[in-house]
């Protein structure tokens, strides 16, 4: 599913000005340079209409020649360092909306995160971002520029012949018509593009995701396929923005010319007549040579424009997802000493989407500071989501979650999750050094802090193993690293923050005995001193539990210990007997 595209909202301009706001002093001095440079420029052919009557007098031209050859460089000179002004500016442009939608994707909800493509909002923050570059330095510039050369020269016209200038824009007036009708094309056909490149981004992080499952399945061709069509409806789309582009460059050449010829036929009729002299026609007609630049350049706005603009809605329509307020700073984790957390859930109903059932129709309840809870139930009973709405990645629709007696809803989120260690079932492990995925929750953590959690879930042997100990790179998702080893990492980096509820969502692949033997002293250790939930799939686990709630479909069955369930449970009873992983119990 992709971002909802959102038809409301501030029109594509504001959003614009709202990004180029903050460097609107650079901006203005760009466009003043550039503005110097056209003005520079206008000033020759005055000084070539000076050159011409100083020959038909038979006057020296050696000044004239000096004072044109100064403005060529001059001009020069200041177009360089108006256009490396521009340039940086906009760039600055891109840092701040790459900045502030990265920033925003952190923030994001996991419920906007689970209907959308990582990849789509990626491309979001790479690709689309990238437009505003051109649409600052060459749009928004452009059109003030271009639009102020325009102007002056449209006025300079205007005092060397008036009759020439009314016909000079007439035909330029046609040529406003035409590009009129094109532009809405090319905004259309730049947001297909766009759109594209997401659906692209999409299909990569699909298969890069996955590239393992991919191969063995033997599903390359097929996962090309789809990548190809993407890249292909990319390319097709910005051919069609590359038409119209075209077709709206080669309109202002057009028009140019015709009010070249134009001008060339009535001026050469107001010469024969004698309202003119050859002086003012030949400089009339080097404005009409100079009218292309400016022309061009507004032209090539609106069209860039057009491009940007599509980007700035993509842009917008991802900072209009859901998110969590935003953290000035990082809440402080608990102190060694810190009690343990207790947990209520008081009649509880979720459900993922409106459009999806209930996966939590009521559950209630208790679990008391410090031991281990367990939680058993058929795949699908609503287990793992109990502890994502413990985490608050979503909220239930009714009922209440209490920590330590007090409303989810009212704890602020950042110390919240500073109060919980969250183990996940696959336990991902980014990539980087197995150092940066153990610090990731706490980066505080000192030497002798590590190495005893390193010993406690068995990762010494592991880190004097690998070849760089603790730098060692562990690779894109822990590929590098086995299943066993992945969900150690995890429990070290969760216990590393010395969490006071510790909520563990016990993978279901087998570790070997004396790493399961181990992990289980190691949380039976923890539980001692931390509220420790774990959803548990093997009976090692839930036989040592202080007690286990039974969930099935989405309610709470039962909760007792294992020898109380055992008799009192059929469905408990019947999970013993078959279901649990049975390694160690
Ligand atoms: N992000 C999600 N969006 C929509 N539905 C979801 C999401 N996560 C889980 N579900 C659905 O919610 C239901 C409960 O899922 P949950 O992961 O809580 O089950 P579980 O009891 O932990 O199962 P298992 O033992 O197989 O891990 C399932 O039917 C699942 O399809």
Known sequence: MSIAETETGPPAWRLLLGYVRPHRRALFGGALLSLLTGLTGLLLPLVARGLIDDLSHDRAITGALLAMSGLVVANAMVGALGVYVLRRTAESVVLDARRSLSSYLLRLRVAAVDRTEPGDLMARITSDTTLLRAVTSESLVGLGTGGLTLVATIVMMGLVDPVLLGVTLAVIAGAGTVIGLIAPRINRASKEAQKAVGVMGAALERVLGALRTVKASGAEHREERALHDAAEESWRQSVRAAKWSAAAGNTAGLAIQIAFITVLAVGGARVATGAVDVGTLVAFLLYVFFLISPLQEVIGAVAQYQTGAAALVRIQEALRLPAEPPVRSAAPLPSPGDRPAALAFHDVRFRYADDLPYVH???????????????????????????????????????????????????????????????????????????????????????????????????????????????????????????????????????????????????????DAVNEAALRDTVADVARTTTVLVVAHRLSTVTMADRIVVMDAGRVRAVGTHRELVTADPLYAELAATQFLATGG
Request: net charge negative; glycine share 12%; proline share 4%.
């Open 361 to 511: 129709h009521g559950v209630t309840f208790d679990v008391p500071a410090r031991g281990m809870t367990a939680f058993v139930g058929p795949s699908g009973a609503g287990k793992t989501t109990v502890f994502s709405l413990v985490e608050r990645f979503y909220d239930p629709e009714s009922g209440e979650i209490t920590l330590d007696g007090r409303s989810l809803a009212d704890w602020e989120l950042s110390s919240l999750r500073a109060a919980i260690g969250y183990v996940e079932q696959d336990a991902p492990v980014l990539s980087g050094s197995l150092r940066d995925n153990l610090l990731l929750g706490n980066g505080e953590a000192d030497d002798d802090t590590l190495a005893g959690v390193l010993k406690t879930t068995r990762l010494d042997g592991l880190v004097a193993r690998l070849p760089m100990g603790l730098d060692t790179l562990v690779g894109h998702r822990g590929t590098k690293l086995s299943g066993g080893e992945r969900q150690r990492v995890a429990i070290a980096r969760a216990l590393l923050r010395r969490p006071r509820l510790l909520l563990l969502d016990e993978a279901t692949s087998q570790l």
